[in-house]
Protein backbone atom coordinates (compact mmCIF):
# COMPACT_ATOMS: atom_id res chain seq x y z
CA UNK A 1 0.00 0.00 0.00
CA UNK A 2 1.27 3.81 -0.27
CA UNK A 3 1.89 6.17 2.60
CA UNK A 4 2.32 9.96 2.60
CA UNK A 5 1.55 13.10 4.38
CA UNK A 6 -0.79 15.62 4.53
CA UNK A 7 -0.69 19.52 5.28
CA UNK A 8 -4.25 20.88 5.74
CA UNK A 9 -5.94 17.99 3.19
CA UNK A 10 -3.32 18.35 0.70
CA UNK A 11 -0.46 15.67 -0.20
CA UNK A 12 3.11 16.82 0.51
CA UNK A 13 5.85 16.24 -1.54
CA UNK A 14 7.25 13.47 -2.19
CA UNK A 15 4.18 12.73 -2.31
CA UNK A 16 4.29 8.92 -0.95
CA UNK A 17 5.97 5.90 -0.47
CA UNK A 18 4.90 2.17 -1.34
CA UNK A 19 5.41 0.17 1.71
CA UNK A 20 6.61 -3.92 1.29
CA UNK A 21 6.11 -6.25 3.96
CA UNK A 22 9.33 -7.75 5.26
CA UNK A 23 9.79 -10.96 6.67
CA UNK A 24 7.49 -10.40 10.21
CA UNK A 25 4.69 -8.81 8.01
CA UNK A 26 5.35 -5.70 8.89
CA UNK A 27 5.51 -2.93 6.06
CA UNK A 28 8.43 -0.57 7.22
CA UNK A 29 9.31 2.87 4.92
CA UNK A 30 10.89 6.14 6.15
CA UNK A 31 10.09 9.29 4.27
CA UNK A 32 13.11 11.87 3.94
CA UNK A 33 12.89 15.88 3.37
CA UNK A 34 15.69 17.93 2.11
CA UNK A 35 14.21 20.70 4.37
CA UNK A 36 11.90 20.71 7.81
CA UNK A 37 8.13 20.12 7.26
CA UNK A 38 4.80 20.57 8.64
CA UNK A 39 2.43 18.15 8.61
CA UNK A 40 -0.84 17.45 10.37
CA UNK A 41 -1.80 14.14 8.81
CA UNK A 42 -1.48 11.17 6.48
CA UNK A 43 -3.00 9.38 4.29
CA UNK A 44 -2.81 5.04 3.57
CA UNK A 45 -3.77 3.79 0.33
CA UNK A 46 -5.75 0.81 0.43
CA UNK A 47 -4.38 -1.75 -2.03
CA UNK A 48 -6.70 -3.50 -4.55
CA UNK A 49 -5.38 -7.05 -3.87
CA UNK A 50 -6.39 -9.31 -1.16
CA UNK A 51 -7.78 -8.09 2.67
CA UNK A 52 -4.57 -9.96 4.11
CA UNK A 53 -2.57 -6.57 2.81
CA UNK A 54 -4.54 -4.26 4.26
CA UNK A 55 -3.01 -1.96 7.05
CA UNK A 56 -4.22 -2.64 10.57
CA UNK A 57 -1.83 -1.59 13.42
CA UNK A 58 1.14 0.95 12.33
CA UNK A 59 3.35 3.64 14.08
CA UNK A 60 4.13 6.77 12.52
CA UNK A 61 7.68 8.17 14.03
CA UNK A 62 9.12 12.14 13.35
CA UNK A 63 12.88 12.81 13.89
CA UNK A 64 14.65 16.10 12.50
CA UNK A 65 17.68 13.53 11.93
CA UNK A 66 18.57 10.61 9.91
CA UNK A 67 20.94 7.54 10.28
CA UNK A 68 21.58 4.96 13.43
CA UNK A 69 21.85 7.59 16.02
CA UNK A 70 18.38 9.63 15.16
CA UNK A 71 15.68 10.30 17.76
CA UNK A 72 12.42 9.02 17.12
CA UNK A 73 9.11 10.41 18.42
CA UNK A 74 5.79 8.76 17.82
CA UNK A 75 3.46 11.34 15.73
CA UNK A 76 0.72 9.05 14.75
CA UNK A 77 -0.71 5.53 15.18
CA UNK A 78 -3.46 3.04 13.96
CA UNK A 79 -5.52 4.21 17.16
CA UNK A 80 -6.01 7.84 18.79
CA UNK A 81 -8.26 9.81 20.68
CA UNK A 82 -8.61 13.29 21.10
CA UNK A 83 -7.35 16.16 19.18
CA UNK A 84 -4.84 18.94 19.43
CA UNK A 85 -2.48 19.06 22.75
CA UNK A 86 -4.89 16.50 23.84
CA UNK A 87 -4.41 13.85 21.22
CA UNK A 88 -3.43 10.60 22.63
CA UNK A 89 -1.75 7.80 20.44
CA UNK A 90 -2.31 4.34 20.46
CA UNK A 91 -0.45 1.60 18.45
CA UNK A 92 -1.93 -1.38 19.93
CA UNK A 93 -5.24 -0.73 18.62
CA UNK A 94 -6.57 -1.72 15.13
CA UNK A 95 -7.73 0.20 12.56
CA UNK A 96 -11.19 0.34 10.89
CA UNK A 97 -9.97 -0.75 7.65
CA UNK A 98 -12.71 -0.32 4.79
CA UNK A 99 -13.95 -2.84 2.87
CA UNK A 100 -13.71 -1.21 -0.52
CA UNK A 101 -10.37 -1.48 -2.45
CA UNK A 102 -8.24 0.68 -4.09
CA UNK A 103 -9.39 3.83 -1.44
CA UNK A 104 -7.60 6.63 0.21
CA UNK A 105 -7.45 6.86 3.62
CA UNK A 106 -7.23 10.30 5.33
CA UNK A 107 -5.75 10.22 9.03
CA UNK A 108 -6.29 14.13 9.43
CA UNK A 109 -5.22 15.12 13.13
CA UNK A 110 -6.53 19.38 12.87
CA UNK A 111 -9.37 20.00 14.97
CA UNK A 112 -12.64 18.58 13.28
CA UNK A 113 -16.40 19.54 13.85
CA UNK A 114 -17.39 16.76 15.91
CA UNK A 115 -14.20 17.09 17.89
CA UNK A 116 -15.19 20.97 18.54
CA UNK A 117 -18.67 20.38 19.66
CA UNK A 118 -17.50 17.36 21.96
CA UNK A 119 -14.93 19.46 23.93
CA UNK A 120 -14.13 23.01 23.65
CA UNK A 121 -17.88 23.91 23.05
CA UNK A 122 -19.26 21.27 25.94
CA UNK A 123 -16.29 22.29 27.97
CA UNK A 124 -16.53 26.08 27.85
CA UNK A 125 -20.11 26.08 28.50
CA UNK A 126 -19.94 23.70 31.62
CA UNK A 127 -16.85 26.20 33.01
CA UNK A 128 -19.62 29.47 31.89
CA UNK A 129 -22.40 27.80 33.75
CA UNK A 130 -20.14 26.58 36.42
CA UNK A 131 -19.10 30.11 37.11
CA UNK A 132 -22.92 31.75 36.79
CA UNK A 133 -23.42 28.90 39.28
CA UNK A 134 -20.92 29.71 42.22
CA UNK A 135 -21.67 33.73 41.68
CA UNK A 136 -25.17 33.15 42.27
CA UNK A 137 -24.78 31.00 45.14
CA UNK A 138 -22.18 33.51 46.88
CA UNK A 139 -24.94 36.16 46.38
CA UNK A 140 -27.91 33.96 47.60
CA UNK A 141 -29.69 33.62 44.69
CA UNK A 142 -30.20 30.17 45.17
CA UNK A 143 -33.17 29.33 42.46
CA UNK A 144 -30.59 30.62 39.28
CA UNK A 145 -27.91 29.13 40.64
CA UNK A 146 -30.30 26.08 40.38
CA UNK A 147 -30.77 27.31 36.99
CA UNK A 148 -27.55 27.54 36.36
CA UNK A 149 -26.45 24.09 37.89
CA UNK A 150 -29.29 22.39 35.21
CA UNK A 151 -27.99 24.51 32.18
CA UNK A 152 -24.17 23.32 32.93
CA UNK A 153 -25.58 19.47 31.95
CA UNK A 154 -28.31 20.11 29.98
CA UNK A 155 -26.55 22.45 27.14
CA UNK A 156 -23.74 19.92 27.25
CA UNK A 157 -25.79 17.44 26.94
CA UNK A 158 -26.83 18.55 23.54
CA UNK A 159 -23.55 19.71 21.91
CA UNK A 160 -22.13 16.14 22.75
CA UNK A 161 -25.40 14.36 21.11
CA UNK A 162 -24.74 16.68 17.94
CA UNK A 163 -21.11 15.62 18.20
CA UNK A 164 -21.76 11.87 18.03
CA UNK A 165 -24.17 12.16 15.65
CA UNK A 166 -21.32 13.63 13.64
CA UNK A 167 -18.96 11.11 14.90
CA UNK A 168 -20.71 8.01 13.91
CA UNK A 169 -22.16 9.56 10.44
CA UNK A 170 -18.37 9.50 9.43
CA UNK A 171 -17.83 6.27 10.18
CA UNK A 172 -16.28 6.70 13.83
CA UNK A 173 -18.26 4.65 15.57
CA UNK A 174 -15.68 4.53 19.19
CA UNK A 175 -15.88 7.80 19.70
CA UNK A 176 -19.30 8.55 18.51
CA UNK A 177 -20.20 5.88 21.85
CA UNK A 178 -17.82 7.52 23.92
CA UNK A 179 -19.97 11.10 22.96
CA UNK A 180 -23.51 9.45 23.28
CA UNK A 181 -22.52 7.47 26.45
CA UNK A 182 -21.54 11.20 28.36
CA UNK A 183 -24.86 12.85 26.57
CA UNK A 184 -26.98 10.55 28.23
CA UNK A 185 -25.37 10.93 31.86
CA UNK A 186 -25.61 14.84 31.69
CA UNK A 187 -28.92 14.66 30.33
CA UNK A 188 -30.39 12.34 32.99
CA UNK A 189 -28.77 14.75 35.74
CA UNK A 190 -30.82 17.98 33.80
CA UNK A 191 -34.08 15.93 33.56
CA UNK A 192 -33.49 14.52 37.37
CA UNK A 193 -32.65 18.21 38.80
CA UNK A 194 -35.95 19.72 36.66
CA UNK A 195 -38.26 16.69 37.64
CA UNK A 196 -37.73 16.01 40.89
CA UNK A 197 -35.16 17.93 43.56
CA UNK A 198 -36.13 16.14 46.67
CA UNK A 199 -34.13 12.92 45.08
CA UNK A 200 -31.83 15.26 43.25
CA UNK A 201 -28.68 13.14 45.62
CA UNK A 202 -29.82 9.72 44.79
CA UNK A 203 -29.62 11.19 40.79
CA UNK A 204 -26.18 12.97 41.85
CA UNK A 205 -25.26 9.43 43.27
CA UNK A 206 -26.35 7.46 39.72
CA UNK A 207 -24.70 9.85 38.00
CA UNK A 208 -21.21 9.66 39.68
CA UNK A 209 -21.38 5.68 39.35
CA UNK A 210 -22.65 6.06 35.58
CA UNK A 211 -19.37 8.41 34.70
CA UNK A 212 -17.05 6.31 36.60
CA UNK A 213 -18.33 3.14 34.32
CA UNK A 214 -18.49 5.10 31.21
CA UNK A 215 -14.38 6.03 32.39
CA UNK A 216 -14.21 2.41 32.56
CA UNK A 217 -15.31 1.41 29.58
CA UNK A 218 -13.45 4.06 27.41
CA UNK A 219 -10.10 2.77 28.74
CA UNK A 220 -11.01 -0.88 28.64
CA UNK A 221 -13.09 -1.28 25.81
CA UNK A 222 -13.35 1.93 23.49
CA UNK A 223 -9.60 3.21 23.92
CA UNK A 224 -7.77 0.12 25.64
CA UNK A 225 -5.43 2.06 27.90
CA UNK A 226 -5.67 0.13 31.36
CA UNK A 227 -2.87 2.01 32.79
CA UNK A 228 -5.05 5.46 32.50
CA UNK A 229 -7.74 3.72 34.15
CA UNK A 230 -7.06 4.83 38.03
CA UNK A 231 -6.42 8.29 36.91
CA UNK A 232 -9.33 8.47 34.87
CA UNK A 233 -11.35 7.10 38.07
CA UNK A 234 -9.66 9.33 40.57
CA UNK A 235 -10.65 12.44 38.32
CA UNK A 236 -13.79 11.68 38.04
CA UNK A 237 -14.39 10.97 42.28
CA UNK A 238 -12.87 14.76 42.41
CA UNK A 239 -14.77 15.94 39.76
CA UNK A 240 -17.77 14.65 41.42
CA UNK A 241 -17.04 15.43 45.43
CA UNK A 242 -16.79 19.14 43.52
CA UNK A 243 -20.12 18.77 42.70
CA UNK A 244 -21.64 17.32 45.44
CA UNK A 245 -20.15 19.54 47.56
CA UNK A 246 -21.38 22.51 45.65
CA UNK A 247 -24.90 20.82 45.57
CA UNK A 248 -25.13 20.79 49.23
CA UNK A 249 -24.49 24.21 49.85
CA UNK A 250 -26.55 25.67 46.94
CA UNK A 251 -29.53 23.27 48.26
CA UNK A 252 -28.98 24.58 52.13
CA UNK A 253 -29.52 28.08 51.07
CA UNK A 254 -32.80 27.09 48.50
CA UNK A 255 -33.88 25.44 52.03
CA UNK A 256 -33.70 28.48 53.99
CA UNK A 257 -35.03 30.94 51.48
CA UNK A 258 -38.35 28.59 51.52
CA UNK A 259 -38.39 28.50 54.93
CA UNK A 260 -37.70 32.23 55.36
CA UNK A 261 -40.61 33.04 52.67
CA UNK A 262 -43.15 30.33 54.59
CA UNK A 263 -42.53 32.20 57.98
CA UNK A 264 -41.93 35.75 56.66
CA UNK A 265 -46.11 36.67 56.97
CA UNK A 266 -46.69 35.35 60.10
CA UNK A 267 -43.67 37.15 61.35
CA UNK A 268 -44.77 40.40 60.13
CA UNK A 269 -48.10 39.93 61.97
CA UNK A 270 -46.93 39.19 65.17
CA UNK A 271 -44.61 42.47 65.00
CA UNK A 272 -47.22 44.10 64.18
CA UNK A 273 -49.45 42.29 67.02
CA UNK A 274 -46.84 43.31 69.27
CA UNK A 275 -46.04 46.66 68.25
CA UNK A 276 -50.11 47.39 69.53
CA UNK A 277 -49.64 45.96 72.81
CA UNK A 278 -46.94 47.71 73.35
CA UNK A 279 -48.47 51.47 72.31
CA UNK A 280 -51.48 50.96 74.39
CA UNK A 281 -51.13 51.83 78.14
CA UNK A 282 -53.78 49.49 79.26
CA UNK A 283 -52.27 46.37 77.83
CA UNK A 284 -48.84 47.41 79.07
CA UNK A 285 -50.04 47.41 82.41
CA UNK A 286 -51.65 43.75 82.26
CA UNK A 287 -48.07 42.81 80.89
CA UNK A 288 -46.50 44.25 83.90
CA UNK A 289 -48.89 41.99 86.34
CA UNK A 290 -48.29 39.03 84.17
CA UNK A 291 -44.55 39.36 84.38
CA UNK A 292 -45.26 40.37 87.83
CA UNK A 293 -46.98 37.22 88.00
CA UNK A 294 -44.40 34.96 86.68
CA UNK A 295 -42.02 35.63 88.74
CA UNK A 296 -43.55 35.06 91.72
CA UNK A 297 -44.86 31.46 90.14
CA UNK A 298 -40.77 31.14 89.55
CA UNK A 299 -39.60 31.88 93.14
CA UNK A 300 -42.35 29.84 94.13
CA UNK A 301 -40.91 26.55 92.00
CA UNK A 302 -37.23 27.33 92.97
CA UNK A 303 -38.02 27.84 96.65
CA UNK A 304 -36.92 24.91 98.95
CA UNK A 305 -40.07 22.37 99.58
CA UNK A 306 -41.81 22.13 102.50
CA UNK A 307 -43.94 18.75 103.86
CA UNK A 308 -47.47 20.38 104.04
CA UNK A 309 -49.24 16.89 104.88
CA UNK A 310 -46.84 16.50 107.56
CA UNK A 311 -50.12 16.35 110.27
CA UNK A 312 -51.37 13.19 108.50
CA UNK A 313 -48.10 11.32 108.71
CA UNK A 314 -48.39 8.44 111.55
CA UNK A 315 -45.19 6.63 112.51
CA UNK A 316 -45.72 2.74 111.62
CA UNK A 317 -45.02 0.22 113.65
CA UNK A 318 -43.53 -3.33 113.23
CA UNK A 319 -44.48 -6.65 114.67
CA UNK A 320 -42.86 -9.79 115.11
CA UNK A 321 -44.55 -13.04 114.82
Known sequence: FTFGLLKDGCHLLPPSATLQASGNGSYPAVLSFDA????????????????????????????????????????????WYGQGNDLELLPSLAFDVPVARGVEVAVDHRPSLPWIFGYPISQGLVASFWWLFVIFGALKRPAMAKYCFVG????????????????????????????????????????????????????????????????????????????KTSAAIAMSMGFICTVFTSSVIVFRQVSLMRARRIVVSDRKKYDQTWASVVASPRERAELDLLAQEIQRCTANIFAAPRQLNRRHVRRRRSFSA
Not at 37 to 48: F, T
Not at 154 to 168: D, G, H, N, Q
Open 36 to 79: PVDANGYYLKIPSGPVDADPVRWEVEGSDELGPQASWRLVGASG
Open 152 to 227: SVIFPCVTEAVSAIIYLDRGNWRDGSYMWMYSWVDGALGVSMLASEQHFFFHLLIFGLTALTAQALKNQLLYPNPS
